[in-house]
């Protein structure tokens, strides 16, 4: 009993490593301002928002992709600040803002653990 509470606690630790290496590998994408890189951790479908669109749901990663690398482009986004991060379960927030030429955007990331690595399930820019 001891030992499998023990490889319990290993497999789980090993878990939350994952987790927070994705988190650091997502912040590094919005710092560099690296759409195809921050792409990489869309899930199959996700619910996207952007300043002055209508929010779109369940849209497929490919689209996803796309959508938010024309949004990078031209609003060349260039950075990224963490203001918060939160994780309650296996969903995961993170909050800050993107800076973009002249202007900077609010954006509100929700993430679910899907056991190997961290999914983007919702992106909402203002």
Known sequence: MKKMMIMMGIVLSMNSFIVVGDIDKIINALNAGNAAQFSNYFDDFLDIKLPEKDEIKNVGKNQATITVK????????????????????????????????????????????????????SIRIS
């Open 70 to 121: 024309s949004f990078f482009s031209d609003n060349s986004v260039s950075g990224f600040e963490k203001t918060s991060q939160r994780e309650m379960g296996g969903t995961m927030y993170l909050t800050g803002k993107l800076k973009g030429g002249s202007k900077s955007y609010n954006i509100t990331l929700l993430m679910k653990d899907r056991g190997d690595k961290l999914s983007i399930i």
